[in-house]
Antibody, heavy 118, light 105 residues
């Protein structure tokens, strides 16, 4: 069955970097668009980044543009989020999600916690 | 950016009662609207997409309606396992509502 498992979260100082991973199973990343979404404590859910199934199009939220990079390795069936120049406001639980046919996010991971603090 | 507004923020319901959750978009999203259920520590679960299509495996007590800017998620007879936070999301450019927490009365 479809499963998404995030990893790589942790506590990091402001200005440092972190790379999140999302291991997919039960389907091929090469055939689905993928997203990163985050939820800060007590806040709503915020879309972060998207990569199309074929990698030809990538989009970012304005809040992370120029600092975060979404990528994937189809051979490892793994999605990544490279986060640079981290800020306190980037602290959140980060989820990866699959974009199903027609656009809805049909499967999500359980999330990985990122805390940016000195 | 399309802003999604959910109401109420919190809904207190007894098991067996009907729960009605609302979601409004700042501009038309056609029927590109999904509803999710989220419990602490778990992966969000897709309930409805296309505004009114139940996702695979979702019980019939969950139903979605609406189009354009006004949407509703109805839980016809609330079960204990339905206490959670519910989010709407438009997937034209991927913005979410702030969520409605369904709690026990």
């Amino acid at each position: 069955q479809v499963q998404l498992v995030e990893s790589g979260g942790g506590v990091v100082q402001p200005g440092r970097s972190l790379r999140l991973s999302c291991q997919a199973s039960g389907f091929q990343l090469s055939t689905f668009g993928m997203h990163w979404v985050r939820q800060a404590p007590g806040k709503g859910v915020e879309w972060v980044a998207t990569i199309w199934f074929d990698g030809t199009n990538i989009y970012y939220a304005d809040s992370v543009k120029g600092r975060f990079t979404i990528s994937k390795d189809n051979s490892k069936n793994t999605l990544y989020l490279q986060m640079n120049s981290l800020r306190a406001e980037d602290s959140a639980v980060y989820f990866c999600a699959r974009e199903g046919y027609g656009g809805p996010f049909d499967f999500w991971g359980q999330g990985t916690q990122v805390t940016v603090s000195s | 950016e399309i802003v999604m507004t959910q109401s109420p923020a919190t809904l207190s319901v007894s098991p067996g009662e009907r729960a009605t959750l609302s979601c409004r978009a700042s501009q038309s999203v056609s029927n590109n609207l999904a509803w999710f259920q989220h419990k602490p520590g778990q992966a969000p679960r897709l309930l409805v997409y296309g505004a009114s299509i139940r996702a695979s495996g979702i019980p019939a007590r969950f139903s979605g309606s609406g189009s354009g800017t006004e949407f509703t998620l109805t839980i016809s007879s609330l079960q204990s396992e339905d206490f959670a936070v519910y989010y709407c999301q438009q997937y034209n450019d991927w913005t979410f509502g702030q969520g409605t927490k369904v709690e026990a009365k």
